[in-house]
């Protein structure tokens, strides 16, 4: 009899740790459920949708897209729809009064979760409290998208049909497509004359000696900049030596200077620019010697006439010949033209 007694109490204490075991395992899968840890691990938010867009109890909840809790429940108030859902409480600072809640998806068309944006400003949402949310697109609203999308396509092909627009003239054109055509045609003729080294870009591509002398002049006129800011060369001075700015400086003072006399009247020239009485004489000394130089022309007078009649010219020339040669035989014999008698009575 001791002996059974001793077989019972081994079988019971065996029954009693099965048992203990089985609550045990219980216990920590239903805790550590929906990756949200004990618990005491974990505290509860709200969001109100105006949809639920198909989200279920246990639904993932994302926090910057990693999973921190899991959805516990839904309820209608009024027209909308209460999400409740617990998270860990180690993402408390990342969910703030900042942060926002939407409705997403694993996938195109997996299972709907609640994403959280993180945000480090603000202060956290109290136990219960409820997270600002933005409503998400709705499956019918990317429907209406996509078949409208469908539907600018389709037109897109239509007006290509019809040959509307460029591309359409070019798929129906065929004068279009021609003068394409001929474009590509002539294109190529000058790649081929390039080749061929033709042309001035044709030589300097394939002629070593064109691309020589090019490099030369580059090279020259990189010495020539290079003398130019070094201030060497009358150029080089001009633009860097203090002393030629300062003596141009000078100049155009100098000038800057005659110019605010000329117009001031200052002196014969500014006098002759700025005088309306200087002017006028001069215009009227200008009128005067026109009308002289009319009237030479015209004949009138005695310069007129010596310029315009020939017969008068011709008597005094003769006049003067003749009056020659009387001083000649005057010179060669005095006594015949200058015989001088003194008489006294």
């Known amino acids: 009899m001791p002996r059974t007694r001793s077989l019972a109490f081994s079988e ?5 740790l099965a048992v203990a075991a089985i609550i045990i395992a219980a216990f920590v899968i239903f805790t550590l459920g929906g990756q949200g840890g004990f618990f005491w691990q974990r505290y509860y938010l709200k969001a109100r949708f105006p949809n639920a867009a198909g989200l279920k109890s246990g639904a993932p909840v994302r ?17 909308q729809v209460d999400v409740t859902f617990s998270v860990s409480k180690d993402s408390r600072s990342r969910i703030t009064d900042h942060s926002k809640a939407t ?4 996938g195109l068309l997996g299972q709907s979760t609640v994403d ?6 603000g202060r956290p949402v109290p136990e219960w409290g409820y997270i600002p949310t933005i409503p998400a697109p709705a499956f019918a609203d990317l429907t209406a998208t996509a078949n409208q999308g469908l539907e600018q396509a389709g037109a897109l092909l239509q007006d290509l049909r019809t040959g509307r627009g460029t591309v359409g003239q070019l798929f129906t054109n065929d004068e279009l497509y021609k003068e394409l055509d001929r474009f590509l045609a002539a294109a ?11 042309g001035t870009i044709g030589a300097l591509m394939t002629d070593r000696a064109a691309y020589d002398r090019l490099d030369a002049s580059l090279r020259n006129l990189q010495q020539i900049t290079a003398s130019i800011n070094a201030g060497e060369g009358t150029l080089g001075k001009f633009l860097h030596d203090e002393q030629m700015a300062g003596s141009f400086k000078s100049t155009a003072a100098n000038v800057d200077a005659l110019t605010g006399r000329l117009n001031r009247g200052e002196g014969s020239a500014g006098k002759f620019l700025t005088d309306a009485t200087l002017f006028n004489r001069i215009n009227s000394i200008s009128a005067r ?20 009649n020939r017969e008068m010219y011709d008597n005094l020339n003769s006049a003067v010949n003749e009056l020659k040669g009387l001083i000649a035989d005057i010179r060669k014999d005095p006594k015949k033209y200058l015989n001088v008698k003194v008489s006294i009575f």
Do not use: H, M, Y
């Open 63 to 79: 926090v910057a897209g990693v999973e921190v809790g899991s959805v516990s429940n839904l309820e209608f108030v009024g027209a």
């Open 188 to 198: 190529q003729d000058v790649t081929v004359n390039l080749n061929r080294g033709r």
């Open 289 to 308: 010697l026109d009308d002289l130089t009319t009237k030479l022309n015209a004949g009138e007078g005695t310069a007129g006439q010596l310029l315009k």
């Open 103 to 106: 409705l997403g998806t694993l």
């Open 12 to 16: 019971l204490k065996i029954g009693i």
């Open 116 to 121: 959280i944006t993180a945000s480090a400003a």
